[in-house]
Nanobody, 125 residues
Framework: QVQLVESGGGLVQTGGSLRLSCAASGRTFSSYVMGWFRQAPGKEREFVGTINRSGASTYYTDSVKGRFTISRDNAENTMYLQMNSLKPEDTAVYYC??????????????????WGQGTQVTVSS
């Protein structure tokens, strides 16, 4: 089992940057595929990106490709989401999640077993 805690959210202007962190408890962090999701007001939770167990591979939804970067430090049990060139439409609560599914990368929220509490990101125009 793993517990996840996000941090780093806040208010930023259009074009600005933020880095979110997801700290995991336990000693098995490297055994999980990790992902970031977000949920804007009145909308369903959507996939942002995922990173494989070693951190060597990532995949992003089209709307954030080239602007967001996911990384992880397995020694520190932490995953990161670097967000650059932020837009108002990036405003949402951002969640990190962990999946034990035996796949290289995981895109479906239903296959993530553990979730953080979320951190608010607000991008002003």
């Amino acid at each position: 089992q793993v517990q996840l805690v996000e941090s780093g959210g806040g208010l930023v202007q259009t074009g600005g940057s933020l880095r979110l962190s997801c700290a995991a408890s336990g000693r098995t962090f490297s055994s999980y595929v990790m992902g970031w999701f977000r949920q804007a007001p009145g909308k369903e939770r959507e996939f942002v990106g995922t990173i494989n167990r070693s951190g060597a591979s990532t995949y992003y939804t089209d709307s954030v490709k080239g602007r967001f970067t996911i990384s992880r430090d397995n020694a520190e049990n932490t995953m990161y989401l670097q967000m650059n060139s932020l837009k108002p439409e990036d405003t949402a609560v951002y969640y990190c999640a962990a999946s034990a599914v035996q796949r290289f990368l995981v895109f479906n929220s239903n296959e993530y077993s553990y979730w953080g509490q979320g951190t608010q990101v607000t991008v002003s125009s």
